[in-house]
């Protein structure tokens, strides 16, 4: 069973900053890719940032760009951060950690998890 724990939330003023952290545990062979997604009060789920184990270039959302910075923090590439500089009211909401996984080195199958959630919030 594969679990996602996240961490790191919290309330910030504006213009500071906090690191989230996801750690993917459990029996599989590795990761794809992880990811961080938010949901801010009703609004759908947005991508704010998706990083590949392989490499390349990272995707972030254009209201994050130059401000967060994702990045594996392990060598197996297990564990994901999201480093939040200069915060705003609208980076608000319930911040979700995503991962693909390949459950064994046979399958060539992708499976999609996602953590729990962490709060953010942002007081102006």
């Known amino acids: 069973q594969v679990r996602l724990l996240e961490s790191g939330g919290g309330l910030v003023q504006a213009g500071g900053s906090l690191r989230l952290s996801c750690v993917a545990s459990g029996s599989f062979f590795s990761v794809n890719r992880m990811g961080w997604y938010r949901q801010a009060p009703g609004k759908e789920r947005e991508l704010v940032a998706v990083?590949?184990?392989?490499?390349?270039?990272?995707?972030y959302a254009h209201s994050v760009k130059g401000r967060f910075t994702i990045s594996f923090t392990d060598n197996a590439k297990n564990t994901v951060d999201l480093q939040m500089n200069s915060l705003q009211f609208e980076d608000t909401g319930v911040y979700y950690c995503?991962?693909?996984?390949?459950?064994?080195?046979?399958?060539?199958?992708?499976?999609?998890?996602w953590g729990q959630g962490t709060q953010v919030t942002v007081s102006s």
């Open positions: 990083i590949s184990a392989s490499g390349g270039s990272i995707p």
């Open positions: 995503n991962a693909q996984i390949y459950l064994s080195d046979d399958d060539e199958v992708l499976y999609d998890y």
